[in-house]
């Protein structure tokens, strides 16, 4: 197991990639860092992000149940008719999986926020992004990890960038 006090900050994309079981790169890295106690974090806006997402799922789903046709579920898929009980389910299993894979979610303060618009003039990112960038400086890590690889070449202008596979190589050598 590793040794050393790398800190990974998590893109949603990543996250997304373990709940979703779809890339095993993804996969292998929060297995590796669960099981090496690493640091991880993410933004408390990908949280939201993730949350929103399961409730889209959920929302599809629904529909999908419905036999709704491809179209009807396309044009009405962003107005989420969900009722408290799945819409707390939603956060619940997010919420559960952060806990499972030990993934710390970062908060910003004021400095932060300063930081946050100190990256939109220094990067070509949208807000969004910028949040997600500010968090992990803000945090203190040393990797951030995303398979977005426009992001990535914005990214390593203030940090390093790696792709999931990248870390767990990395990981794997120490």
């Not at 898929?77 to 956060?91: D, G, H, M």
Request: aromatic share 8%; with cysteine; net charge neutral.
């Amino acid at each position: 197991m590793a040794k050393d006090v790398s800190r990974f900050f998590l893109d949603s994309n990543v996250i997304l990639d373990v709940i979703e079981r779809r890339k095993n790169e993804s996969i292998m890295l929060l297995e590796y860092i669960r099981e090496a106690k690493l640091f991880c974090c993410t933004s408390s806006f990908a949280h939201a992000e993730l949350v929103d997402i399961e409730q889209e799922f959920t929302h599809i789903t629904n529909m999908l149940g419905k036999r709704f046709t491809l179209n009807e579920i396309l044009r009405a898929r962003k107005q989420k008719r969900l009722i408290l009980e799945q819409r707390e389910n939603a956060i619940d299993r997010v919420k559960d999986f952060f806990k499972q894979y030990r993934i710390e979610t970062w908060e910003l303060d004021e400095k932060g926020w300063s930081t946050v618009i100190e990256v939109l003039r220094d990067l070509n990112v949208k807000a969004p992004d910028s949040i997600h960038v500010a968090t992990a400086l803000e945090s203190g890590c040393t990797f951030f990890v995303t398979n977005d690889e426009e992001l990535g070449k914005e990214v390593k202008k203030k940090i390093k960038w790696v792709k999931p596979s990248q870390a767990l190589d990395m990981l794997k050598r120490t």
